[in-house]
């Protein structure tokens, strides 16, 4: 099934809905922080089909929910990155604060938050707008963000305090701080909303009841750093950094069912958007594996840069957003129509 949809470019004050093919494979966008650039993995055949220079000392990125923007956080330039997509060329740099690390875009694609390590802050850039909007104070060295369903809600890991900072994004302010184990790093909610999972790089994950934002259960997972949840909600896949591994855990008993061997310190990790396979980008051996999540092996290895860290949501999730920015379901804006 295709859905054609009108596109305008990033600048523009307006986002409209760009042109979504749902049955194409997205691609996986892959930083490599020790040669400044983005590896772009075919994920249908598994290959690199181009390489994207950025700023100094790329991290944090993430695909816009419609697959049409890529956000890389250069952690040694203060820069944003943006990439088109369409054209895989970067069409934007956005000054933000110091040593950025993560970033997350809101589900409507209207916003980007990029969490910035060094300041304790967070940068809200309304897309289109090409510089940063408000900036949001959390707590110390921040490292990673993600926004639930349906955009509420802002998490952001604060590694210096071990806490996780809950952010109201109608009003950009912290609603409170919710403890967690020593030196929390990647984080990720289940896709209904309910649960968040935080990897804990001391050797744990945190469960927390995004209800109440209560820490509800600790499963015990040696040097997490990234988590990524599938997108039925079922699992949750873990890296562990230092011991070449990915944990799987079953949400539904918070129990590890599974361990997968990787390559050497594998950092970030997605989900494809059917949930079939997990990239998990191995920092050491400049690889990323590719796992089967029916039977939880590595059926395939990727060659990209030097020192790929992928910290986020690097494979869109490539959702329909709606043009208004408010997810409102107009649909006089669209150009086209789902057969």
Request: hydrophobic share 40%.
């Amino acid at each position: 099934m295709s859905l054609t949809l009108r596109r305008t470019s990033f600048s523009g004050l307006v986002l409209l809905l760009a042109s979504v093919n749902v049955s194409a494979q997205p691609g996986a966008y892959v930083t490599n922080r020790l040669d400044d650039n983005v590896s772009v993995i075919d994920t249908a055949t598994n290959t690199v089909v181009t390489t994207i220079a950025v700023g100094d000392g790329p991290e944090g990125v993430a695909v816009s929910p419609d697959d049409n923007w890529v956000y890389v956080a250069n952690g040694g330039a203060d820069t944003l990155s943006v990439i088109d997509v369409a054209t895989n060329n970067v069409v934007d740099t956005i000054a933000v604060g110091d040593n950025p690390q993560g970033v997350a875009v809101s589900p409507n694609g209207c916003w980007v938050y990029v969490v910035n390590a060094a300041t304790g802050t967070v940068s809200v850039i309304a897309v289109g707008s090409g510089s940063v909007d408000d900036t949001i104070t959390v707590g110390l060295n921040p490292l990673r963000a993600v926004v639930r369903a349906p955009g509420d809600r802002l998490y952001v890991t604060n590694a210096g305090v071990s806490t996780v900072s809950v952010i109201d994004t109608a009003n950009n302010t912290e609603i409170t701080q919710i403890t967690v184990g020593a030196n929390p790093a990647g984080l990720d909610v289940t896709p209904d909303g309910s649960r968040l999972y935080v990897a804990n790089t001391s050797g744990s994950v945190s469960v927390i009841d995004t209800a109440t934002n209560t820490v509800i259960d600790t499963i015990s997972v040696a040097s997490a750093e990234a988590v990524a949840a599938t997108p039925d909600g079922a699992h949750v896949y873990v890296t562990q950094r230092f011991i070449a591994a990915v944990s799987v855990i079953e949400v539904a008993t918070n129990t590890v069912v599974d361990t997968v061997s990787v390559g050497a310190a594998p950092r970030g990790a997605a989900v494809t958007p059917d949930g079939s396979w997990v990239y998990v980008a191995n920092s050491q051996d400049d690889d990323v594996s590719v796992i089967d999540t029916t039977s939880n092996t590595v059926v395939d290895t990727v060659n990209v840069g030097d020192s790929p860290t992928a910290f986020g949501k690097f494979i869109s999730p490539m959702t329909l957003v709606f043009a208004d920015c408010f997810e409102s379901g107009d649909t006089s804006n669209w150009s086209g129509s789902v057969p």
